[in-house]
C-alpha cells in the first residue's frame, strides 16, 4: 500500500541553524513527492515537489531530493529563520489521491 | 498558482445544528475536490473525495449520512455537516487538483475551523 513516515517532532532550532526532517514512503508503482507547509490557523501550501526519481525540488531555501534506492524524501534547509516556524507535511500521490504524513512541528527561535 | 477559497475560516456553532462548508476552484476547474479533517497535532485523514455530478466516495469509517457533500459544479463542492456534535469539532480542509494524473499538484483551501458547543 502507500504510506508516508515522518520523524515525530516537535522540532526547535535557533535561527541559522540547518534543518533535516526525515521522511521514508512506501508506494505501488512510481508517485510525485511533495512537502506541503501550514502556518497557524491556514491551510496547507505546496513548498516543493518532485515527480521522479532523483529529481530534486527546491523553493525559499528548502530542498528535497526523490531518492527511489532509500524510498526516502528528506526535507533540507541550510539555514532556518523565525518565520519558517511552521508544521511540515510529506506527502506521495501515485495517482489522484494524497497520503499524508503526521506532519513535523517546527519552531525557530531568534 | 491556483486558488482554492474555502468558505467560512470559522465557525461556531450549537449542538444539534447543520453546517455547510464551501470549497470554490477560483481560476481553475475541477472535476475532483478532497475533504479532509486535521485533529490538534495530527496529520490530514482524507474523509471523501467529491467528484462533479456524481455521489461522493467516502473513506471507511465516515459516516456519509452525517457529512454530506455536493459537488454541483466543477468549481464547487460543499459538506455539510449535519446535526454536530462537539465531537464534530475540528479542522475541515479541502483541496482539489487542476488536472488528473500523479504530476499536478494539490491545490488546499485556507481550512474551517469548526467548534460545535
Known amino acids: 500500500g502507500n504510506s508516508v513516515t515522518q520523524m515525530e517532532g516537535p522540532v526547535t532550532l535557533s535561527e541559522e541553524a540547518f534543518l533535516t526532517i526525515n521522511c521514508t514512503y512506501t508506494?505501488?508503482?512510481?508517485?510525485?513527492l511533495f512537502w506541503y507547509v501550514q502556518y497557524p490557523g491556514e491551510g496547507l501550501q505546496l513548498l516543493l515537489k518532485?515527480?521522479?526519481?532523483?529529481d530534486k525540488g527546491s523553493n525559499k531555501g528548502f530542498e528535497a531530493t526523490y531518492r527511489k534506492e532509500t524510498t526516502s524524501f528528506h526535507l533540507e534547509k541550510g539555514s532556518v529563520q523565525v518565520s519558517d516556524s511552521a508544521v511540515y507535511f510529506c506527502?506521495?500521490?501515485?495517482?489522484?489521491?494524497?497520503?499524508f504524513g503526521t506532519g513535523t512541528s517546527l519552531t525557530v527561535i531568534p | 498558482g491556483a486558488v482554492v477559497s474555502q468558505h467560512p475560516s470559522r465557525v461556531i456553532c450549537k449542538s444539534g445544528t447543520s453546517v455547510k462548508i464551501e470549497c470554490r476552484s477560483l481560476?481553475?476547474?475541477?472535476?475532483?475536490m478532497f475533504w479532509y479533517r486535521q485533529f490538534p497535532k495530527q496529520s490530514l485523514m482524507l474523509m471523501a473525495t467529491?467528484?462533479?455530478?456524481?455521489?461522493?466516495?467516502?473513506e471507511q469509517g465516515v459516516e456519509k449520512d452525517k457529512f454530506l457533500i455536493n459537488h454541483a459544479s466543477l468549481t464547487l463542492s460543499t459538506l455539510t455537516v449535519t446535526s454536530a456534535h462537539p465531537e464534530d469539532s475540528s479542522f475541515y480542509i479541502c483541496?482539489?487538483?487542476?488536472?488528473?494524473?500523479?504530476?499536478?499538484?494539490?491545490?488546499f483551501g485556507q481550512g474551517t475551523r469548526l467548534t460545535v458547543v
Open positions: 508506494a505501488t508503482g512510481y508517485p510525485s
Open positions: 467529491s467528484n462533479e455530478g456524481s455521489k461522493a466516495t467516502y
Open positions: 483541496s482539489a487538483r487542476e488536472l488528473s494524473g500523479r504530476n499536478t499538484e494539490a491545490f
Open positions: 506527502a506521495l500521490s501515485p495517482g489522484n489521491q494524497f497520503y
Open positions: 518532485a515527480t521522479k526519481a532523483d
Open positions: 481560476d481553475f476547474q475541477a472535476t475532483t
